[in-house]
């Protein structure tokens, strides 16, 4: 009877998530995809500017172009700023990687003077040539890399976040600016009316749907995962005797995850800084790929290798 009534549970929840997932594919429209990409970005960085524009009239419109522009323009600015602080700190991160055992104690003695230039446009608070005077030799370089490897991608990600938005803006600044010259006052306001409401419906609607498709999907695997914990807990407590290869297979999994997790890199690669993934999500993902490329390998080896052992075992039983 209970698994009777978890399966309905289970079922009866990805119904729901399927409907809301069609719901959502008929809303979306894919000749509009950049705008709804920008509505998005925009929503996350500068939500006031999407209210500013549900309040737009045609005789106001020209105001909202130039606000956007004004916003654009301080981001260009200060992405050309960052930009440059972003590249030296490259230089300089990879200006240590180059360094070895025979000239390490040579660019110490020179340090900070040797790559002043560089420190100049990022470390305006002396913080890394603090912490690069407690390396003392070059074995302790390797700690401190790491650790400004970490830093160097939260910046880059920072600032492909950044960019991400100023290109985003300049969509909708585009679209906005295209219905503010058009010659007809009628169709200006039939233009910006539509606009709007798109933006409204893709800025609520959508992600809301959205979103309530994704959190039931994460309780329909949470609800499932624990309905297969407990019915192996009970089976296991049923069969205590017969069931220890069972534990064994657990911990060993659990155990594999552990070393997947070990031998996953703490260093953002280029994907996942482009994503705007965060370090610690980004070493659970590669741990996890790693763990389902051992497992998956693991039952091929298996289906290959269980018909062979019988055979042998078969032979010798026949001897």
Known sequence: MTRKIVNIVIFAIAAIACVLAIIYAAMFDSDKINQYKAVGVLHDNNPELLSELAATTPETLPAYVEKCQTVASELDGELRSEKKAKENFYDYLSTLKALNADNFEGF????PANVKVLLDQFDTEGKYVEEFGKVSDYKGLTNYLVDLEQEYNAVRQAYLQKEAYRNELKVVQDATTAISELNSADLKASQLAEFQNFVNKSQVSSNKLL??????????????????????????AKNLKTSYKALVAIVALVVLFVICYLCASPILDDVFIKLQIAPETARLIEAAVYFTYIVFFAAIATIIAAPIISAIRDKKSLK
């Open 108 to 111: 110490k003695a020179g340090y």
């Open 211 to 236: 979103n309530s498709s994704f959190y039931l999907f994460y309780i329909m695997l949470f609800f499932a995962i624990a309905a297969l914990l407990f019915f192996a807990v009970m089976r296991i």
